[in-house]
């Protein structure tokens, strides 16, 4: 089965700094990969996908983020946060087999993001 | 494109009724729609898989008479909570899967509080 851990549960950056929010994933086959936004009372949003490929993927809003199957990351980055970007984020992954299209979650970021 | 709409967006109810929540694709179909429950200050934890014509498939420790799924048709999926209790309340999301590149679009979530 698959797994996602997301370290810190809160992160709080200055506007204009760097935005770095970690995922780890654990699965045993090859992962496909999500980042997404969830802004208060709200569905979610998607940031962006890894499934194949180019192992370095931009998403929206100016975030990117890259698979390194070594270190079993799919860490979420911004070179420079705006107020806006203040909401939780989710990493989830999804594998094929018996539990394909299924998403797993991870526990959530809540990104503060202070003037 | 791929929107998802999901209707009541939170709905008060009395413990011991039920409740219905819609979902549906709008601009497109969707043969296969999760149901998530997302409880405050957590993550969303997958309830069911809910397939057209089909029924449900419910993950372990979800009770399918309690959450009953129907998807009639390519567009809609309902999930009915019977004889709500204030352990219910929560807040309740869909999604459904769009595309073969695993692009998922959720619906913006129903707030459920039961009194």
């Known amino acids: 089965a698959q797994s996602v851990t997301q370290l810190g549960s809160h992160v709080s950056v200055s506007e204009g700094a760097l935005v770095l929010l970690r995922c780890n994933y654990s699965?045993?086959?090859?992962?496909?990969l999500f980042w997404y936004v969830q802004y208060p009372n709200q569905g979610l949003q998607l940031l962006l996908k890894?499934?194949?490929?180019?192992?370095l993927v931009k998403g929206i809003n100016g975030f990117e983020a890259e698979f390194k199957k070594s270190e079993t990351s799919f860490h979420l980055t911004k070179p420079s946060a705006h107020m806006s970007d203040a909401a939780e984020y989710f990493c989830?992954?999804?594998?094929?087999?018996?539990?394909?299209?299924?998403?797993?979650f991870g526990q959530g970021t809540i990104l503060t993001v202070h003037p | 494109g791929a929107v998802v709409s999901q209707h009541p967006s939170w709905v008060i109810c009395k413990s011991g009724t039920s409740v219905k929540i819609e979902c549906r694709s709008l601009?497109?179909?969707?043969?296969?729609m999760f149901w998530y429950r997302q409880f405050p200050k957590q993550s969303l934890m997958l309830m069911a898989t809910?397939?057209?014509?089909?029924?449900?498939?419910?993950e372990q420790g979800v009770e399918k008479d309690k959450f009953l799924i129907n998807h009639a048709s390519l567009t809609l999926s309902t999930l009915t909570v019977t004889s709500a209790h204030p352990e219910d309340s929560s807040f309740y999301i869909c999604?459904?899967?769009?595309?073969?590149?695993?692009?998922?679009?959720f619906g913006s979530g129903t707030r459920l509080t039961v009194v």
């Open positions: 989830a992954v999804s594998v094929g087999g018996t539990s394909y299209g299924k998403l797993t």
């Open positions: 601009d497109f179909q969707a043969t296969t």
């Open positions: 999604s459904a899967r769009w595309d073969r590149t695993y692009g998922y679009t």
């Open positions: 699965s045993s086959v090859p992962p496909y």
């Open positions: 890894y499934t194949t490929g180019a192992t």
């Open positions: 809910s397939n057209e014509g089909s029924k449900a498939t419910y």
